[in-house]
């Protein structure tokens, strides 16, 4: 699996906001969450906004579903007439009431923007849900402790045992601590230090917490993501208070990073 960090960050200051895309080694390219700028992300990234299989949409604050009013005209409308590009389908994975307040979102300045026939989505996600997204690759999603409804994820490979676990925005949650438990990699919501105490309690996890909770559940790799953009610069406290409690490999991504797992 590759994973393609588009945005890394809480608010788009400089990079952007919490982003991914997912290549399973299958073909499929799973887009996570909705970033201010994912068209030309996508481009910088050189992964073509219309080869995305599935979008993910993991709730609905303005820094995860920013983004998704101009990729889908890009994709349903400009591409098609200036691209000469045949619409593809596109498979969402979301919650019924996250789906329902996006279409919303997304038809203000486009109206019947998602009534395209390409735009489908199979099942909802429920917690605990299990959602086969190809042969070998299972997706198991489970709800955060986020408001509103947020649900996070892990994706396994059921043929290699890999796994990855995404936290989405969430404050330490018994779900992920049960889902993260000897997975290869974990992107965990990891908004400051111990220097903003507060945002620990307002839906999002700090550092110290997050160490702890990777160590105990055996996590290969730790990856943080949702951080203020203070911490672009080099921040040793940052780091440090992750590697107290967490022994195993960290990274810390930037926009345009690449990893495989
Ligand atoms: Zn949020």
């Known amino acids: 699996m590759k994973i393609t960090f588009l945005g890394v960050w809480m608010v788009p200051v400089d990079g952007d906001t919490v982003s991914f895309v997912l ?11 909705s970033g201010v700028n994912t068209v030309r992300n996508l481009v910088n990234a050189n992964i073509d906004p219309c080869s995305i299989t599935h979008l993910v949409i993991t709730h609905s604050h303005g820094d995860h579903i920013a983004g998704l009013p101009v990729y889908l005209f890009y994709r349903y409308k400009y591409a098609p007439l200036v691209n000469k590009k045949a619409p ?48 070998h690759y299972m997706m198991n999603c489970f709800i955060t402790n986020h408001n509103p409804i947020t649900f996070g994820f892990k994706i396994i490979n059921t043929f290699s045992k890999k796994s990855i676990v995404y936290s989405a925005d969430t404050a330490i949650c018994k779900y992920v601590f049960d889902m993260a438990e000897d997975t290869d990699c974990l992107i965990h919501d990891v908004v400051a230090d111990s220097k903003f105490p507060m945002l620990g309690k307002a839906g999002h996890s700090l550092c110290n917490d997050v160490g702890e909770l990777s160590n105990n559940s055996r996590v290969k790799m730790l990856v943080p993501v949702h951080r203020l953009p203070i911490y672009k610069g080099e921040n040793d406290k940052y780091k440090e208070e992750l590697s107290n409690a967490f022994h195993g490999k960290l990274f810390i991504p930037m926009d345009g990073d690449v990893i495989e797992i």
């Open 23 to 33: 290549e399973l080694d299958s073909g499929e390219k799973i887009l996570v969450d």
């Open 88 to 135: 593809s389908l596109l498979k969402v994975i979301s919650t019924q009431d996250t789906w329902e307040a996006v279409k919303a979102y997304i038809n203000i300045p486009y109206p019947n923007l998602t009534n395209n026939p390409n735009i489908i989505i199979e099942e909802y996600v429920r917690e605990g849900g299990c959602l086969k997204i190809s042969e």
